[in-house]
């Protein structure tokens, strides 16, 4: 059920990211329903390359290094196209041209001037700046010599390189990096972006992404299942009810002795998002502090032994948990009280968020499964990692898949926080959130997303919707407050001061 109601919503909040396969679909498209010849989507493709490197180069000499693909071959077209406008450009083939043939043929026949050179280290010396055509969407895996040796050369050139469709060595499917990759000052993608342009560490290796349009006619293949969320996300989300209605309460459960200041966060940003009714559930010696600080929310103390949560503390949460809208569990718990998060986990029907110290109380994906209502998890790399028995590591080379992984090993919405979210619904979509700001890059802001998807299922959205406007609201507060105060100086407060201005109304 959940699945079936996340899909219904895809199309209309994502702007669509095509993976090879896809773009491979839609330039067949062109081609063979619509009669445009391969070499005209190519010419315009060279076109766009070019322009984009005699912007950047500042008058210097142009070094063009070319593969034996199509990316090559657009790799020549621009570097035609450069010389005759009067650049001085070099064309540099590491590997052997000699079995070019179709359009790379033919545009390798029509290059003007003098032909292609071998790789010498020293080429790059000077340069005003680089393409790179060297390897194009289709590239997985690791790039090994002599292609290595001509990526790290070319990134230790200093000049600005111009990546053609996608920097050699980034996985354009998936945006993972497993070896040597160009990082490009910008990326001239072909008709529409491609998903590893945009999730790291691809997006570091990426730059500027700049679409350039190839002539594919309106009513090609449209990608399917990946797409970055944008504004259009925002208009689902319920307006505050004209009276405060008990149905619009979060609950925020969370809050040992030493660590109040998590669900304090979580909670006011949920009343800053315009929830009427916050309540929040922390241990008894707790709970007048948290009335201090949060006097427009309900308090309650539960049972508790050394300033921490018991496990009969899950019995308050089940009464109170039926008159809530949605429950935000997990922040400031710790691993002490993982007998008690599970208790409410499990006891708890209504929509409810799991984040941080919440999910301490799982050993693995499978345990959500004792789960009822739905569910948003929100895990760094680490945490998602030990769900899945991975190194953290493994779970920041491979963003898409990990996050995929759980969704589909737990069968709730899961949220991958880092430098631009992954969201990912069981069996379905996968939403992309912006790469994030540095005013995010402060202590709270995952308790800020916990309350904003709190906020968003307590008004009745879908849980993927509501994760990935979550995502997009937080984002948009971040630059917010970036843009008043600086990114490098902000703190959670300044976020959440910027909430209502990320989620007023507009016509994007």
Known sequence: MQEERTRASLLGWLDGLYDPEEMRAADRFAMERRGILELELAEKAGAGLAAA???????????????????????????RLLREAGHEVDVIAPLA???????????????????????????????GAIVDALLGTGFEGVVREPLAEVIAAINAAGAPVVAADVPSG?????GEVEGPAIRASLTTTNHAPKIGLYVAPGAWHAGEVRVIDIGIPRGAPEPGLIGLISRRVLRLVPARPRYAAPSDTVLVVGGVRASIGAPAIAAEAAMRAGTCYVQVAVPASVAPFMDLRLPGALIHGLAEEDGRHVETGARTIAGLAPEAGAVVLGPGLDGAE??????????????MVIEAGGLYAYPSAEAFSERSGFTVL?????????????????????RLASTRALADRTGVVAVLEGDGCVVAAPGGPMALGPATSGALATNGTGSVLAGLVGTFLARGMDPFAAAAAAVLARSDAGNVAAACVGAGHTVVGDVIQALPEALAPRRD
Do not use: C, K, Q
């Open 97 to 127: 041209l000699d079995g070019l043939a179709g359009v790379p043929r033919t545009n390798l026949d029509r290059l003007p001037g003098a032909p292609p050179r071998p790789f010498d280290p020293a080429a790059f010396a000077g340069s």
């Open 170 to 174: 980034v996985n354009a499917a998936t």
């Open 53 to 79: 490197a005699a912007e950047v180069a500042g008058g210097g000499p142009i070094r063009v290094v070319v593969g034996p693909g199509n990316n090559g071959g657009d790799g020549l077209i621009s570097a």
């Open 378 to 398: 929100i895990s760094d790399e680490a945490e998602l990692g030990r769900l899945l028995g991975l190194p953290p590591e493994e779970v920041g080379a491979r």
């Open 338 to 351: 993982g007998a008690f998060s599970r208790a409410v986990g499990s006891s708890t029907e209504v929509p």
